[in-house]
């Protein structure tokens, strides 16, 4: 019987170990799990830029076309299309031998009249001693006159088909009134013009600098008026209002531009103010007809709020971010979003000065979740700022 005792002298400790391991576990099991962490940032209100992004279309500042003056066959083209042009370069000639015969024929009709009017000045300077002396009767002497006045009036009306003729005869010469970019050729050598339906021959462009057409809609200018009001947001000092423009390509163009024209109208169909900004040119990077993102500086936001690009859902509904409460529970909020400005979403509406945002979240952390907070870095927190700064450089 010893062995068997002494076998269960062994395993007796070893049970009463298994049995104090049992009751220690529920002890475990009843602590809670640790809170998730989190990183948030406070909302600190800073200036920041006010910028609006829309849409809009390059327009060359001057276009001039140059269509036929007089009926003709075009002779020759002169410049090179697609060529800088200079004002008053000559770019077709038109056959001009019509327009020298008509300026021909119109200097010989004032020679004639010019001989005319000679002729009935003498008579007239010749009946009027012998309308004195009553051998010829009053009424030839006024007829003598009137026929003086008539050819006075021919070498007038003689002298104007001459100035006629002359203008026909340069209009021969096709010029353009502007300095610019000539473009395509729209007649060849042997084709007939006309003057009555004003047969386009090509265009030239100027566009250095530019235009950039966009607009606003009255909503968001009366909202404007009303933020400069309330005093929210303050204009740039000398009325300058600042466009960056941002190509199809995603590109930022390196010229800042200035608006230099606002309607005085809405437009009844879309209810938008038309506006425009001009822009230097000097690369040509800029076409007419192009398609471009301009960056309008409408004034600087005393008191702007900025959070972290990551931190933001966005939905059809619009955006939304995590904020806590005092028990730094999650809590969903929906916000108005401004400009994505570099990673920083500008809000509009939906957050104050001393919100708790979050912003990087795991996907445990949701509405009601109790959560154990970390402070952004500093340095990440002031990027709005430091990216505010890098768009208006």
């Given at each position: 019987?010893?062995?068997?005792?002494?076998?269960?002298a062994?395993l007796?400790?070893?049970?009463?170990?298994?049995?104090?391991?049992?009751?220690e576990?529920p002890?475990?099991?009843?602590?809670?799990?640790?809170?998730?962490?989190?990183?948030?940032?406070?909302?600190?209100?800073?200036?920041?830029?006010?910028?609006?992004?829309?849409?809009?279309?390059?327009?060359?500042?001057?276009?001039?076309?140059?269509?036929?003056?007089?009926?003709?066959?075009?002779?020759r083209?002169?410049?090179?299309?697609?060529?800088?042009?200079?004002?008053?370069?000559?770019?077709?000639?038109?056959?001009?031998?019509?327009?020298?015969?008509?300026?021909?024929?119109?200097?010989?009709t004032?020679?004639?009249?010019?001989?005319?009017?000679?002729?009935?000045?003498?008579?007239?300077?010749?009946?009027?001693?012998?309308?004195?002396?009553?051998?010829?009767?009053?009424?030839?002497?006024?007829?003598?006159?009137?026929?003086?006045?008539?050819?006075?009036?021919?070498?007038?009306?003689?002298?104007?088909?001459?100035?006629?003729?002359?203008?026909?005869?340069?209009?021969?010469?096709?010029?353009?009134?502007?300095?610019?970019?000539?473009?395509?050729?729209?007649?060849?050598?042997?084709?007939?013009?006309?003057?009555?339906?004003?047969?386009?021959?090509?265009?030239?462009e100027?566009?250095?600098?530019?235009?950039?057409?966009?607009?606003?809609?009255?909503?968001?200018?009366?909202?404007?008026?009303?933020?400069?009001?309330?005093?929210?947001?303050?204009?740039?000092?000398?009325?300058?209002?600042?466009?960056?423009?941002?190509?199809?390509?995603?590109m930022?163009?390196?010229?800042?531009?200035?608006?230099?024209?606002?309607?005085?109208?809405?437009?009844?169909?879309?209810?938008?103010?038309?506006?425009?900004?001009?822009?230097?040119?000097?690369?040509?990077?800029?076409?007419?007809?192009?398609?471009?993102?301009?960056?309008?500086?409408?004034?600087?936001?005393?008191?702007?709020?900025?959070?972290?690009?990551?931190?933001?859902?966005?939905?059809?509904?619009?955006?939304?971010?995590?904020?806590?409460?005092?028990?730094?529970?999650?809590?969903?909020?929906?916000?108005?979003?401004?400009?994505?400005?570099?990673?920083?979403?500008?809000?509009?509406?939906?957050?104050?000065?001393?919100?708790?945002?979050?912003?990087?979240?795991?996907?445990?952390?949701?509405?009601?979740?109790?959560?154990?907070?970390?402070?952004?870095?500093?340095q990440?927190?002031?990027?709005?700022?430091?990216?505010?700064?890098?768009?208006?450089?």
């Amino acid at each position: 019987m010893k062995p068997f005792s002494l076998c269960r002298a062994w395993l007796l400790p070893a049970v009463l170990a298994l049995v104090a391991c049992n009751d220690e576990q529920p002890q475990q099991n009843d602590q809670p799990p640790p809170l998730p962490e989190v990183t948030v940032v406070e909302m600190r209100p800073q200036p920041l830029s006010n910028v609006l992004q829309v849409p809009g279309r390059v327009q060359a500042v001057r276009t001039a076309e140059i269509r036929a003056r007089v009926s003709g066959v075009i002779q020759r083209r002169l410049y090179e299309e697609g060529t800088d042009v200079e004002a008053g370069q000559q770019l077709f000639q038109i056959d001009p031998r019509e327009m020298q015969a008509a300026l021909n024929a119109a200097q010989a009709t004032l020679e004639r009249a010019e001989a005319t009017e000679t002729n009935a000045a003498r008579d007239v300077q010749r009946y009027r001693g012998l309308v004195q002396k009553q051998a010829i009767s009053q009424q030839e002497f006024d007829t003598a006159e009137a026929r003086l006045r008539t050819a006075r009036a021919d070498v007038s009306q003689a002298k104007a088909a001459i100035e006629t003729a002359k203008l026909n005869l340069e209009y021969t010469r096709v010029e353009t009134p502007i300095a610019g970019l000539a473009g395509r050729a729209e007649v060849t050598e042997g084709a007939l013009v006309s003057a009555a339906n004003g047969t386009l021959l090509t265009r030239v462009e100027q566009f250095d600098p530019v235009y950039v057409n966009f607009s606003r809609s009255s909503a968001d200018l009366l909202a404007l008026r009303a933020e400069v009001g309330a005093g929210t947001l303050e204009l740039p000092g000398r009325g300058e209002v600042e466009v960056n423009l941002i190509l199809e390509n995603g590109m930022r163009y390196p010229h800042t531009g200035y608006v230099n024209f606002l309607a005085m109208t809405i437009d009844e169909s879309t209810g938008t103010v038309a506006l425009r900004a001009e822009v230097p040119n000097p690369d040509r990077l800029l076409l007419p007809g192009q398609f471009v993102q301009a960056q309008i500086l409408a004034g600087t936001r005393r008191e702007g709020l900025a959070v972290p690009q990551r931190a933001v859902s966005v939905t059809n509904r619009g955006g939304s971010v995590l904020v806590l409460d005092e028990e730094n529970r999650a809590r969903n909020r929906q916000v108005e979003l401004g400009d994505l400005r570099g990673d920083q979403w500008l809000i509009r509406g939906g957050l104050e000065p001393g919100d708790r945002v979050v912003v990087d979240r795991g996907q445990s952390v949701r509405e009601g979740v109790q959560v154990q907070p970390q402070p952004l870095d500093s340095q990440k927190a002031g990027s709005a700022t430091a990216t505010d700064e890098a768009d208006n450089s």
